[in-house]
């Protein structure tokens, strides 16, 4: 299995509901990776998780919450969302986080659309 | 800190014609370069890769870049396109070193082939 995947592909939520993003891989990979990407621009990172442990938090504002429950599975916890925030929603992962220079695998994206 | 620079936001191409998307980087210390392509509604796709010794890359779909140092720059190139290659283009790069390198995009190219 060399695939990234995510659920679900399109979401719609309004201001004050609460959503999860799901990405799961099953490539044995130990560093997984939150990007947003934003229409007709490049993505941009949010989080890394390194081992299951939050490595780095690319000064995401609070809406957006991740977590690793396991090594196979990372979530994207969303509250309070604003319409800005819409977006297409990137996972990817890498065999761990020293060796991402040999390549990220990347999931197919959530398109959020906040209303 | 590095990054990342593609001239061309829109490339428009006939089908069966060469192509050339050109990228150039910014970095004080050594890195490592890559093309993504991102189809419509898709999450990006690893195309090719320069880590090190040939700088003469193949990728996959026919794609080949070059890396040259004296001119900071790894341009992607495909001597016939497809309709298919419609597609965005992203350069990245991640500086060389010990722990997690963030990967930097370009602002992306658009390439339109038209029959």
């Known amino acids: 299995d060399t695939e990234v995947t995510q659920t679900p592909k399109h979401l719609v939520m309004g201001m004050t509901n609460k959503k999860s993003l799901k990405c799961e891989q099953h490539?044995?990979?130990?560093?997984m990776y939150w990007y947003k990407q934003k229409a007709k621009k490049p993505p941009e990172l949010m989080f890394v998780?390194?081992?299951?442990?939050?490595?780095i938090n690319e000064s995401v504002p609070s809406r957006f919450s991740p977590e690793c429950p396991n090594s196979s599975l990372l979530n994207l916890h969303l509250h309070a969302l604003q319409p800005e925030d819409s977006a297409l929603y990137l996972c990817?992962?890498?065999?761990?986080?020293?060796?991402?220079?040999?390549?990220?695998?990347f999931g197919s994206g959530t398109r959020l659309t906040v209303v | 800190a590095q990054s990342v620079t593609q001239l061309d936001s829109q490339v428009p191409v006939f089908e069966e014609a060469p192509v050339e998307l050109r990228c150039n980087y910014s970095?004080?210390?050594?890195?490592?370069l890559f093309w993504y392509v991102q189809y419509p509604n898709q999450g990006l796709q690893l195309l090719l890769k320069?880590?090190?010794?040939?700088?003469l890359v193949k990728g996959i779909n026919g794609f080949e870049a070059e890396f040259n140092k004296s001119q900071t720059s790894f341009h992607l190139r495909k001597p016939s396109v497809h309709i298919s290659d419609t597609a965005e283009y992203f350069c990245?790069?991640?500086?060389?070193?010990?722990?997690?390198?963030?990967?930097?995009f370009g602002t992306g190219t658009r390439l339109l082939v038209s029959p």
């Open positions: 990245a790069v991640s500086e060389r070193g010990t722990g997690f390198q963030k990967l930097v």
């Open positions: 490539m044995g990979h130990r560093a």
């Open positions: 998780y390194s081992y299951e442990k939050l490595s």
């Open positions: 990817a992962s890498s065999q761990d986080v020293g060796t991402a220079a040999y390549g990220y695998t």
């Open positions: 970095s004080s210390v050594s890195v490592y």
């Open positions: 320069y880590l090190s010794g040939s700088t």
